[in-house]
């Protein structure tokens, strides 16, 4: 009993997984590394005592030395019968010869001396040699049996005496096993000298195919068991997580992707609705029922598979960055990128799936520096995955995490960033609306029953506790709604004023960083939720941006919408004119094209609807007819997306402001003359010119821009026959412009495909010349006409000049 005892103080207890989640992570890798080493120290020591054995039992069987007793037997056996042939009795010799033959005896040299006998003759000669060399020429004797040991038992007690009691112990036949040991190892180098079966590329393939089957049917069969029953079968996690680093090189990049796809979806299956807290200790120590023991197991054991799972996805990313290869060479380089893909892809997933459960923290950590990756494919997956968490992020709590790690990257890496990292901003679910709303809107509505209802189905008692219970109600409902108000709002503040320190911050320090336009265009958004006491030194800064011309054509348009989306905000109070701004429209405006610059006619229209819609009680009238004009000549050079758009805007001018209709009218209103090169909208006299563009746009080849061209002409109506159908005329200029976008090569509306009649050939040829005929005719004469208007206004100003 108290062996057993002792054995069972010695074992080692198994660590539960508690004690794992407390233990350090450096600490695990320490004993880990200890493990291994005496595992190789131990497995090498028994290969150099297996070699060691192994050169012994081949050196005994090659030289198989006979005992050296046996050896003198024969020797004195043959000496003696040679002697008894040979020899002559003593009776026929003389004495003398007799004496002699005695003398010599004594006298024995090397020829007469007895080779039977160990110690040498010369014995005088070597009366100084070392006792170890004695030993050393003494011939060694094999140990033919092996010596009996004895298993001592307890002694009987006699009248004489205690008599010991001892049985030998049974051995084992080693020279047989030694034999066996030496036929099986030259057995074995026999086979490592022939050389393998080569395979066909087929039967390989088909190998290939047979062991990748059995580890898709193992890891089916894992999961569907997690699944059933995850409760249950929680233990088996770990082991289809140990599938991760399977050591096939044949089937290993394909099994390990395989787990990690599976385990990513018995993740997004079985994880609880809600975060998992670690028990404290009076928790631990109270007495709970089997079913609460149950459950805790299975979170306990749920968290730190979770948490294994997310170090082995966190590992394989590492090692391909760090172009990283393992010791045992399973997986080369090339495949760690696939591996390092579907990890990418799993974390995101679980980015977005899972953003109440733990460790979401750290996926965040994990994902956002990933998009600033230089492999384009990883840094989409990054991009997605964080744009659709901002999407479902009602409160806010997640995107506060993301935005606090992304400007943290930002400036961790000296703005040396892509922009796309900070384009990212403008999927925050921040707005106005959603901000002011009022608590009775948030709240959840309730059915109340009516005073009738209570009158026809309760008694005078029910009706007053149905009352006060009705009342108790509304005011948690109320205190609720506020409570979850106020988060929201909380959070949201937090994350714009990390987001306005990091605009703030690049505008400062790096006002040259192809981060700007992102910048600009992330201001542009968020404009109307800025501290008023920032607007002065934000638009003096937009301003110096401008008129430093370091700016794009398209970073100079962010600009001028974030300066108007601030005046035209909580920005009314402050008496500030931005004739600046609208100077430098009007000035940008000629620099679009129906090139590549055709796309940010989108960022003009919206614009002129914060300029113009929204400020028209302190627009004046030459800026609006100046913009009128410009615009109506711009929508020649621009595609039909963009023209509609245009010609919408130019409909709002015209029902917005007042004689706008003077442009319709060929003859000429007040004194000087129109300078279309002139940048200046409010001295360019545009009320002595007239919009003949729209003559030429009534004739332009999309029947969409025509319809706009025509009701333009007709002076706008709201009513009759030249107003616009409800389709166009409640659609914004924005909306139009993207509903008859061509970027997928599409013509909207679609051209009718006309059935051309049976005629001769000749016919046909003559009909298609002369629509030929009149298209060339047409473009001359539209060419002549914008010419000679040109000549025309540069022949006026000469004069009025002159």
Known sequence: MRGCLGQRRNKKRVPSFRKLLRTSQIKLDNKLKNKQYKQKSAAKKYRKEQKKLREAVRDAISRKPFPLEECKKKQVAGKYKEEEEDALPLDMMDEDDLKLMEDLAQKASFLTRDLSSNEPVHVKKRKHESVIEKYEKVPRRMQTEPEKELIHLLPIKDKSGIIPQAVEKPVLNVAHDEEEGTEEMEEGEDSVEEPLPVLTPEEMAAQRRQKLQERKMHI?????AILSEPDNNIKKLKELRAMLMEQDPNVAVIVRKLVMVSLMEIFKDIVPSYKIRPL??????????????????????LVSQYKFYL??????????????LKKSNVISLKAYKGLAEVAVKCLCELLVALPHFNFHNNIIVLIVPLMNDPSKMISELCFEAVKKLFKQDKLGYASLGVVKVISGLVRGRNYDVRPEVLKVFLHLRI?????????????????????????????????????????LERELLEAEASESKEKKLKLHTETLNIVFVTYFRILKKAQKSPLLPAVLEGLAKFAHLINVEFFDDLLIVLHSLIASGDLSYRESLHCILSAF??????????????????????????????????????????????????????????RALAFLKRLSTLAL???????VGILATNRIFMQMFPKMDLLLDNESQGSGVYLPELDEPEHCNAQNTALWELHLLQRHYHPTVQKFAAHLI???PTEGSGALSLDFSQRSATELFEAYCMKGMTFNPPVASVTPRRKDTFSQMDSFVDEELNKQLQQHISETVVHKSLDFAKHLKETSLS
């Open 714 to 716: 007709a002076g706008a």
């Open 280 to 301: 404290t200790e009076a928790e631990k120590a109270t007495k709970v029922k089997k079913e609460t023991q149950k459950l805790r197991e299975f979170e306990e054991g």
């Open 220 to 224: 089916a069969a894992l999961a569907s």
């Open 431 to 471: 707005k106005e609306v959603e901000l002011q709303k009022d608590s009775e809107d948030i709240a959840p509505k309730k059915k109340f029953m009516t005073y009738k209802e209570k009158r026809k189905n309760l008694s005078r008692m029910q009706r007053k506790w149905k009352k006060a219970e009705e009342k």
């Open 311 to 324: 170090e082995n996805l966190e590992q394989t990313i590492k090692d391909w960055k760090q172009r990283k």
């Open 637 to 643: 050079h621009v595609l039909p997306n963009s023209s």
């Open 565 to 622: 989306h601030i005046l035209s905000g909580q920005g009314d109070v402050l008496n500030i004119d931005p004739m600046k701004f609208y100077t430098h429209l009007y000035k940008t405006l000629f620099s679009l094209h129906a090139g590549g610059t055709n796309e940010d006619i989108g960022i003009v229209l919206q614009c002129l609807d914060v300029m113009f819609a929204k400020r028209r009680k302190q627009v004046s009238q030459q």
